[in-house]
RNA sequence: GGCCCCGUCGUCUAGCGGCCUAGGACUCUGGCUUCUCAAGCCAGCUACGAGGGUUCGAAUCCCUUCGGGGCUACCA
């Protein structure tokens, strides 16, 4: 990519048929790192030529995907831009041009073969043990079967006329690479009804754009001499050829392609599970790419310095859950308080743990320091900090049993009357009076007797530090639950 | 089937002919620390798909083979 001097332009071009995934968004990541590593254009751009797939509520979810991880875009969808439209249903009529040019110039042919015949003729290709595709029947029409196919109602498709040889172009991340046509039939521009499809729109808007580097999915590298094609015939010289990067694929957790079988792909899914979009880029930039120098933890700043595509993988990668979940932690373990709170607080409000008011607020920002370290995503505050406003408390069926035996009964009875008599209620003073009563002079173990504690204060043996925790509940409400703990 | 792409620990990767008895991270296992859970620290397990070449020397270059994936639509 470093023989090309024209300003970077490049495109992240989504067909909205659903919820942006992790593969599309790995895409989008590294279509935006190039941009601004190298100080281009980051265009954004919606492929939705195919209406019946793609819907307006696909779309607005990939606008907000973006935006949520912080990909913003130089031109495309709301921020407009010198070339748009941006939405390939409003560009109908560029396309409509450019195919009746194809159509006039002898490089585009109609096409009156029906589905049925289609079909029929690829069925014995293939029992024939012969390359699958158009075998060019319309290329010539006898001028009786045209007039048949009118009469019979025919509407034909637009296909380009693919010419004998072959087609070569480098890829920045595989190098050389050259399909001969026999294997790329002519393929169709636009439907029977009139409709462009995306091997058309996209070399067309390409080329209007200005688009200089095209970096996509890897299940497109087998499409790019059709696209070469529909440039020829618009008169684009070679040196103005987009340069193409195919990348590797994002995998499932199994073996095969990302699917909703194999583990959430949508972002959406991962945005309300409580990760971080920072930490989803930081992880997804790991997958095909490399910082190099044993390094992994990058900010967003850092990723479009070090972003080039020449450290970008050919190999397929397969995502990984729990990769991500410890990036996540990282990231978390890094926020300020003022920012884990403001993070925080939807997942509280979202759950009914609060409603929001203020004194809410200054117990959470109280309690986060706590659990900052001990938790891996930001849903996971909800359960960490349940206790400390739950209205009507109940210890967790699971932990209930293991303060009931005689041990733990006359640990809470110690605890219920040493607490009775102090007058400081702060974390040092808590710690050291049990210490006092129940390790020294109870001759327990820590463990065993503040873990008797912790289940009747937070209702769980799993919780942030005991003191602390008490601290925060306040005299009242710890020496009630101790109180009702004790049979 | 055909065409194309890919092949380093379980996973993500470093490596671009000697620095590799292959490094880091996640996972897993053991230990330390410890009021739980985490975090942190220490240690351990585990990889160049196979076979041929080229070379003084190959994970790195070439070939074959095996394996995986993609495409093969009036989807993108």
Redesign the pocket.
């Known amino acids: 990519m470093s023989t090309d001097t024209r300003p970077v332009r490049v495109r992240f ?3 909205p ?1 659903g919820d942006l995934h992790v593969g599309n968004i790995r895409t989008a990541l590294f279509d935006w790192a190039y941009a601004r590593h190298t100080g281009g254009q980051f265009i954004f751009r919606i ?1 939705d ?2 209406r019946e ?1 793609v819907t307006d509520e696909y779309i607005q979810a990939a606008i907000d995907t973006l935006k949520w991880l912080g990909l913003t875009w130089d031109e495309g969808p709301e921020v407009g831009g010198p070339y748009g439209p941006y939405l390939q249903s409003q560009r109908l009529d560029i396309y409509a041009e450019w195919a009746a040019k194809f159509l006039a110039q002898g490089d585009a042919y109609y096409c009156y ?3 049925d015949e ?1 079909e029929e003729r ?1 069925e014995a290709q ?1 029992k024939a ?1 012969v ?4 075998d060019g029947k319309c290329r010539t029409i006898a001028p009786e079967d045209l007039a048949r196919y009118i009469a019979e109602g025919r ?1 034909p ?1 637009l296909r380009m006329r693919m010419p004998d040889g072959s087609t070569t172009f480098t890829d920045s991340i ?2 050389e ?4 046509h026999n ?1 790329v039939p002519d ?2 521009l636009v ?3 009139g409709s462009p ?3 058309l729109a ?1 070399a067309v808007d390409d080329v209007l754009m200005k688009v200089t580097h095209v970096l996509r999915g ?6 790019t001499p059709r696209q070469i094609r529909v440039y020829q015939a618009m008169g684009v010289k070679p040196e103005e050829y987009p340069t193409f990067a195919h990348l ?2 994002v995998m499932g957790q199994d ?3 990302l699917s909703k079988r194999n583990g959430e792909v949508s972002i959406a899914w991962y945005r309300d599970r409580g990760f971080l979009p920072e930490a989803i880029c930081n992880y997804l930039a ?5 910082p ?3 390094r ?1 933890n990058v900010t967003m700043q850092e990723l479009t310095e070090l972003f080039t595509v ?2 970008v ?6 995502f ?1 859950m ?2 991500l ?2 990036i996540n ?2 990231k978390i ?1 890094l926020l300020s308080l003022e920012d884990l709170l403001n993070r925080s607080l939807p997942f509280l409000q979202k759950a009914n743990v609060i409603d929001g008011t203020d004194a809410e607020i200054a117990v959470v920002k109280s309690a986060l320091p706590l659990i900052q ?3 891996a995503t930001l849903a996971e505050v909800v359960p960490m900090l349940r206790f400390l406003f739950a209205t009507k408390f109940e210890v967790d069926p699971d932990s209930a049993p293991k303060i009931q035996d005689e041990q733990s009964q006359a640990v809470l009875a110690k605890t219920n009357e040493v607490l009775q008599a102090i007058v400081d209620w702060d974390h040092a003073t808590l ?1 050291s009076v049990l210490r006092v009563a129940l390790i020294e002079e109870m001759g327990l173990k ?2 065993i007797a ?2 008797a504690v ?1 289940i009747a204060v937070t209702g769980s ?8 925790s008490m601290e925060l509940l306040g005299r009242e409400r710890s020496l009630e639950r101790i109180n009702s703990a004790i049979k």
Do not use: M, Q
């Open positions: 071009a989504p067909s048929t492929e030529t195919d797939r073969c029906s589905s289609l690829r293939r043990n390359a699958p595709g158009y509407k498709v595989r190098g690479v050259t399909f001969d294997f393929f169709v439907r029977g009804d499809l995306y091997t996209v890897e299940d497109l590298l087998s499409s590797p694929f073996n095969a392609k790991l997958l095909g790419w490399s190099g120098e044993d992994e020449e450290r993988h050919s190999s397929p990668a397969r990984d729990k990769k979940e410890a932690g990282d373990r370290e001990r938790i710690e820590p463990r503040f873990g912790r043996h799993i919780s942030p530090p005991l003191f602390e």
